[in-house]
């Protein structure tokens, strides 16, 4: 299998901010990889030096078998970016702004183009409505439509379901998956942590520095985290108690059942059982939330050293 990107060591400054600091990553060609991390911690700034719009101020690497200094414009030819805030002409209908994309790609046989496209969308039956009449998640999956038209063999995608109801956000990532088995590459950055659940392999950035990569189980492993789901009376109780003692790191209520974590080896569990006598838990693999913030956390105390 081969690498879709490839990068190494690749820096970014905005005046003389350090916006993106020494970024290694590497994708396999059709896999999906979640970009994940707090707002301005330059995943935008990092898809955009992927695809050829914005060059690094250092680092070297390759998309698509492309240099990325010195070939960028074939990489930007088989790329599709969907932006944060895409934009489609409201008054024109689906179709119509699919037509007017393929005439600027300067496509050939492209209404042909289009129908495929609408069809693999699942748009076809709305090809005549307005885009600006479309629900969000519709008017995501037309921004998709339109980033694959000229049939890209990367995607670089900026939070495309922010906004979007659970329903769509799914079919939303069944289409990806879908893609991805047609051998199309994915980045996608996300706030959301079902759709973290949904990647091949994350990468996790944070002010710049990439703080975690790899597939969900490896990156969980590494951070040596240990998890009791608690349940039973006065959970709200237990949670404000347990805050602040020895070996309690994270506490994560989900409605009546109470996730606590914390390092494994450390006396957490005996915590745990200490202020727990009448509850019961048991051990269950820490969430990727909590192993994000642990990286934050991490990441702020050195920063603070
Ligand atoms: N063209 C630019 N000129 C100057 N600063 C910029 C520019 N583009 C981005 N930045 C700054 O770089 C930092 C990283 O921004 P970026 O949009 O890459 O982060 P992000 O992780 O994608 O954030 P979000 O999750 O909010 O989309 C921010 O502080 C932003 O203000």
């Known amino acids: 299998m081969s690498n879709a ?47 050829g719009l914005l060059t690094p101020d250092s680092g070297t690497g390759q998309c698509l078998g492309h240099d ?9 030819k088989q790329t599709g970016y969907m932006t944060q805030h895409f934009s489609l002409w409201k008054k024109l209908s ?37 885009a ?6 519709w008017k995501q999956r037309l921004a998709l439509a339109a980033a694959l038209l000229h049939r890209p063999k990367l995607l670089l995608l900026d939070e495309p379901t922010a906004g979007v109801d659970p329903n769509a956000r799914r ?23 079902d759709e973290a659940e949904r990647c091949h392999q994350l ?15 490896s990156i969980i492993a590494r951070q040596n985290l240990q998890t009791w789901q608690v349940r039973g009376e006065n959970i709200h109780w237990l949670e404000n108690t347990l805050r602040g003692k020895p070996g309690i790191q994270y506490l994560t209520r989900l409605g009546n059942v109470l996730h ?24 269950v693999e820490t969430g990727l939330e909590d192993i994000f913030s642990h990286l934050l956390n991490q990441y702020e105390q050195q920063e603070v050293k």
């Open 5 to 51: 990107i490839e990068v190494r060591h690749l820096n970014k400054y905005f005046a003389q901010r350090h916006i993106v600091k020494d970024l290694s990553l590497t994708i396999e060609q059709g896999k999906i990889c979640g970009f994940l991390g707090p707002n301005g911690s330059g995943k935008t700034t990092s898809i955009r030096m992927l695809c």
């Open 68 to 76: 990325l200094i010195n070939n960028y414009a074939a990489i930007k």
């Open 94 to 130: 689906v179709r119509a702004n699919l037509r007017f994309l393929a005439r600027l790609h300067r496509l050939t046989a492209a209404g042909k183009r289009v129908d495929d496209v609408l069809e693999q969308m699942g748009l076809t039956q709305r090809q005549h409505q307005l």
């Open 132 to 137: 600006g009449n479309l629900s969000g998640g």
């Open 171 to 193: 079919e939303f990532w069944h289409i990806l998956h879908q893609l991805a088995e047609q051998g199309i590459t994915i980045l996608v950055s996300t706030h959301y942590m």
């Open 203 to 217: 990468a996790y950035l944070c002010w710049g520095t990439l703080l975690a990569t790899g597939d969900i189980p």
């Open 260 to 283: 606590v974590t914390g390092g494994r080896g450390d006396v957490t569990e005996q915590t745990l059982r200490w202020h727990g006598k009448h509850h019961q838990f048991i051990s």
